[in-house]
């Protein structure tokens, strides 16, 4: 269970798994988001996915987009919601070998982050090789910014 406070409203970000003993290994989960009211709380998004949540955090204390990572098979899978309109919406759609990194820009520290997802490109021992896609914010969504070798993936952000 998460706390992610945006604008005037508090909402409650909750994972249920169903129990299958039959099948423990394929599990349905869902990351439902809940609207807080005085002692009320509405329902306002439900995610489904089979994949396993590893975190989930709103990126700053209040206002900024929730931030979720996910592993499924040999991969990681991150997924960034926004409240805006009193709706949550899917701004971001990813997955990498290796986990996201995320960075506050250098100029706008209010600013949306950059987000950074690494494919080791089968050469988990060897960085040379590794390809990094840089995604930032376009006023709607996060879009793909570009793709650069890991060692400039840095150098790319403002």
């Known amino acids: 269970m998460t706390d992610w406070k945006v604008d005037q409203d508090d909402l409650i970000c909750v994972l249920r798994e169903s129990l299958d003993l039959q099948s423990p290994g394929e599990k349905d989960r869902e990351l439902i988001v809940f609207r807080k009211t005085g002692d009320t709380l509405a329902e ?36 960034v919601f926004n409240y805006s309109n009193r709706k949550v919406r899917v701004v971001l759609e990813s997955g990498s070998k290796s986990p996201p990194e995320i960075f506050g820009s250098i100029r706008s520290p209010l600013s949306k982050p950059y987000i950074l997802a690494t494919d080791t490109m089968g050469y988990p021992a060897d960085s040379k090789k590794w390809k990094t896609k840089v995604y930032k914010w376009n006023g709607h969504e996060y879009s793909l910014s570009e793709t650069v070798q890991y060692a400039r993936r840095l150098t790319k952000l403002k």
């Open 44 to 79: 306002v998004f439900r995610f489904k996915s089979e994949l396993m949540l590893i975190s989930m955090y709103p990126h700053w204390d209040r206002g900024g987009d929730l931030i979720t990572v996910w592993q499924g098979g040999s991969a990681y899978h991150f997924y």
